[in-house]
């Protein structure tokens, strides 16, 4: 196009003022996409290893199933609430007491029996409505609730009231606190003390006249985060599932049959946790929705109850935990079988029983932030494959830039260099902003020849050159769009598994003539 300008340019300069018009054919050169294929950029990085001789590997590791602090338990919200009615003709001077409260507060936590607690973060939080036309004080104590050895004791300043009765609310950072559990006598469980006062303002400029009919208080957690936990936590049971979730690993490649040469596959438990527990994995199954197919996991490890040992607590700050290990060896199963479906979703049903042999640790199981229950499944999958038909998808943007209204014809040139040593067809479309085909530019006809097999790992790419001619109804969908979609059938020989490798790509290029009919008036 810059050189069509310079001509443009060049005849304004020539014709100086004439007043015909001059007219005349040119051709311009193209450019519309270049860009490579390989494994390594079709499937995730995360999902790729390379070894020592540049083979490559997909590697699968997806956590299934975790119980953390926040599983065990959930932290009440609700500490405290108070509508204390108020004589409209009270009149209280500053400092002086209306309220007092000190009383053992027990958290409903059932099964669990806590002893200890730490938090990570949250706040605890003050609503009021204040019925005086002065500022009062509220002061808040738990005694057994301590940052760095101070005990829990915060003073709030409350406004005076209004006659709308507006809600005032103040926070309290409670990050870092840890809280004792074992009330007064330090005998119990889920149970602290806590002492509430409620005054005028020793700083009130004048005695409090009531302008409303009501305190209303409520005192309550909130957005906590525990980083520890320790007690007994119960036996009880969680439940994973029945459920499915969407997975993305295959989303570039849309059909085909892949068998692969070798695997290793293992379920992971790692218990971070310090109680004792039971797995059970009910059911496990790979779902293509492009082909509406179902795969069962075929295992003995499916409805086996598996026995999990605690965690060791090591009272180091930067290490306090040693997680139990356990590892199951699931390659004989049919995990590849799920695998070569290519899902897009995934269910699953399994579940968890805590403590099932009741409290063996006398009210010291614990439960560490970032140190939890997890089960993984892991794959490691050398490349080493035969395909049939097996098709991957890629979409690149495009841009034909400037105004292509006097277009006479559009001749395209797609110019692959094939690095694998197999064969390949292609197809090339033209897709609007929803991802629908709006032109079929090559179709899925066009055999690239395979590479030139040196040595193991070492290809000499073949080149192929696929014309395209489009209409000028093509070349107006070519302008009034800006992505493409292409497709790559694979096809190996299916008598021997073939390697792939990290130098093995395919790299692709789009452009072409331009016929173009350029006026000067």
């Given amino acids: 196009m810059k050189r069509l300008l310079a001509i443009y340019i060049l005849l304004i300069l020539l014709i100086g003022c004439k007043k015909n018009p001059i007219e005349w054919d040119t051709s311009l050169n193209l450019p519309l996409f270049q860009t490579e294929l390989s494994f390594t950029n079709i499937l995730p990085d995360s999902m790729i290893s390379v070894d020592e001789n540049r083979l490559l590997s997909l590697v699968i590791d ?3 199933f975790s119980l953390s602090t926040n599983s065990i338990t959930t932290f009440p919200d609700s500490i405290f609430q108070l509508d204390l009615e108020i004589p409209n003709t009270a009149l209280l001077a500053p400092n002086a007491l209306f309220f007092y409260k000190n009383e053992l507060q027990t958290l409903q936590l059932s099964p669990v029996e806590l002893t ?31 940052l760095n050895g101070d005990p829990l004791r915060k003073k709030v300043t409350i406004p005076k009231g209004n006659a709308h009765s507006n809600n005032y609310t103040a926070r309290i950072n409670l990050d870092a606190y840890r809280l004792d559990l074992r009330g007064p006598q330090l005998n119990s469980f889920n149970s602290y003390q806590n002492i509430l006062s409620v005054r005028v303002s020793p700083q009130a400029t004048d ?7 009501q305190l209303f208080l409520k005192i309550h957690f909130e957005d906590i985060d525990l980083a520890y936990i320790k007690g007994y936590f119960g036996k009880q049971r969680q439940n994973y599932g029945p459920k499915t979730e969407e997975i993305t690993f295959f989303d570039r490649i849309t059909e085909g049959t892949l068998d692969l040469e070798k695997s290793r596959a293992f379920l992971t438990i790692q218990n971070g946790i310090g109680a004792d527990l039971q797995f059970q994995l009910q059911k496990l199954s790979a779902t293509n929705t492009k082909n509406n197919s179902e795969i069962p996991f075929q295992s003995s490890l499916i409805n086996s109850t598996i026995n999990i040992t605690r965690a060791s607590e090591t009272n180091l700050p930067h290490n306090p935990v040693i997680p139990s290990q356990t590892e199951i060896d699931i390659t004989n199963s049919n995990i590849l079988e799920l695998l070569t479906a290519f899902p897009d979703k995934i269910s699953y049903c399994a579940s968890l029983e805590v403590n099932p042999m009741g409290n063996i640790s006398s009210g010291n199981d614990f439960v560490y932030r970032l ?6 499944l892991y794959l490691e999958i050398p490349l080493s494959f035969t395909a049939a038909n097996l098709t991957l998808r890629d979409e690149l943007p495009y841009s034909v830039g400037e105004d292509l209204a006097n277009i006479n014809s559009l001749n395209l040139n797609l110019i692959v260099e094939n690095g694998f040593p197999f064969s390949a067809r292609i197809k ?21 020849s395979p590479a030139q097999l040196i040595e193991e790992g070492v290809t000499v790419a073949t080149r192929s050159i696929i014309p395209i001619k489009l209409t000028k109804q093509e070349t107006n969908l070519l302008k009034n769009n800006s992505k493409m979609r292409i497709f790559v059938t694979l096809n190996t020989d299916n008598s021997n598994y073939t390697k792939i490798y990290e130098s093995y790509k395919m790299a692709l290029k789009l452009s072409g003539i331009v016929d173009y009919h350029a006026v000067i008036e």
């Fill in 116 to 146: 200890q607690i730490a938090l990570y973060k949250g706040f605890l939080t003050f609503e009021v409505i204040n019925p005086f036309d002065q500022p009062i004080e509220i002061e808040y104590q738990i005694p057994a609730a301590k």
């Fill in 207 to 213: 005695s409090a006249r009531a302008i409303g009919n």
């Fill in 371 to 376: 140190h939890d229950f997890n089960t993984r």
């Fill in 428 to 448: 090339l479309e033209i897709i609007d902003r929803l991802g629908n085909s709006v032109c079929t530019m090559i179709e899925n006809d066009k055999l690239i």
């Fill in 62 to 64: 997806k956590k299934l």
